[in-house]
């Protein structure tokens, strides 16, 4: 199989202020946009041309990664005028595929960070004569997911939307956002208008009688949809825990890249990621952290799974857990920002005026 599709049209509203000014698949993880690993992934498992489905801020995405030649693919952009969910966005970029009707595509979401077998997912797709194949994981509590119950032999047999009580969970098998297609399948989906693959399309298929097979991959899996997750996600790659061949280094404890700053005695630990020019002062402590470009954390700093965004600063002193601080932010020396507290793009905290936690 040498071509996919790529869903990066979402407006990741649960990340902000992580995607006020960047989309979420170019937020940088493990010192490259998490885009990066993606299609280094899909490249290593042999696809060629690559069609990325965009819509929110579809403007940074071609200036950054131009035709694809660096990675070894050729990238082609399809932008959404209106959001067309996730079945509309894979066949309004239809009319790019080189494919022949029964041809595989491979499909996947720009917001999944899996250590999937792609070469496995095709495989399974080709010697079950499936019309659609699904990735499936499984996960200890499956109620803010999709459910995909199989039979014995893989086959798909319903799609179950985020079961509230335990009669409804009939499996721990989830949607875990990879997909392949014969390619006349995706000339079924209707033009023109919004489509969900979870809600319309995959139980359309099934209620048509078409082969929908299952294949459950239980390696690295984790959805990037919150700050907290991506966080998580970065150190995962750093550490080695999530193989990606795009990490620009070898995988440890920390990644410093090569134009940053750290002072001799800071501390970085935990698969933090210290992004170019960023500045780490003395004493600093930054541990499981991903520093973004640009950014200054001043001596003395403790910061722990925390994301600080492109130019940002965080003074002397203070104390970071779990907290997300925006593009350019700047929280003032001996501050105190705890448990998931987000600080906007650009936003100002004078030294030694917060000491508290939010959950907003």
């Known amino acids: 199989m040498t071509e996919a599709i790529l869903l990066v049209g979402g407006k990741g509203t649960r990340l902000r202020p992580l995607t006020v000014h960047t989309p979420k698949p170019m937020v940088p993880a493990a010192g490259a946009p998490f885009l990066t690993h993606q299609l280094a992934r899909a490249r290593a498992a042999g696809v060629e041309h690559i069609v990325l489905a965009t ?23 399809v932008t959404e005028e ?36 792609i070469r496995a997912l095709v495989d399974t797709h080709r010697t079950s004569g499936a019309d659609v ?23 798909v047999t319903a799609f179950l939307e985020k079961p509230q009580t335990p009669e409804e969970i009939v499996t721990d098998q989830i949607n875990a956002g990879a997909y392949v297609f014969d390619r006349s399948v995706i000339d079924t989906i209707p033009a023109g208008r919004p489509v969900s693959v979870e809600r319309e399309t995959f139980p359309g298929l099934l209620e048509s009688g078409a082969h929908l097979q299952g294949m459950v991959d239980s390696t690295y899996w984790l959805d990037l949809g919150t700050p907290q997750a991506f966080v998580r996600g970065s150190a995962d790659l750093v550490l080695g825990r999530a193989p990606s061949p ?5 995988c440890g404890d920390r990644l410093v890249m090569d134009t940053a700053e750290v002072a001799p005695d800071a501390k970085i630990t935990g698969g933090s990621a210290v992004g170019p020019r ?15 470009e640009g ?28 907290a997300v601080i925006g593009d350019g932010a700047h929280v003032g020396a001996d501050n105190e920002l705890r448990e998931g507290i987000r600080v906007w793009c650009g936003a100002r905290i004078p030294e030694a005026s917060v000491r508290f936690s939010s959950d907003q």
């Open 55 to 77: 819509s929110y801020l579809a403007e940074v995405f071609e200036p950054y990664f131009g035709d694809g030649s660096a990675l070894g693919l050729h990238l082609e952009y």
């Open 82 to 117: 209106e959001p067309l969910g996730t079945g509309g966005a894979i066949r309004n970029v239809a009319s790019r595929l080189h494919s022949a009707p029964g041809d595989p595509v491979l499909i996947f979401n720009g917001d999944i960070l899996t250590g999937l077998d």
């Open 133 to 155: 194949s699904l990735h499936l994981t499984k996960v200890a509590d499956p109620r803010a997911f999709g459910l995909v119950p199989t039979d014995a032999d893989g086959r």
């Open 246 to 250: 795009a990490v620009p280094g070898r």
């Open 278 to 292: 960023a500045r780490i002062g003395a004493g600093a402590r930054i541990d499981g952290t991903a520093v973004l």
């Open 295 to 322: 950014a200054v954390v001043e001596p003395g700093a403790r910061v722990r799974d925390s994301l600080i965004g492109a130019g940002a600063r965080i003074g002397a002193r203070t104390v970071l857990e779990g």
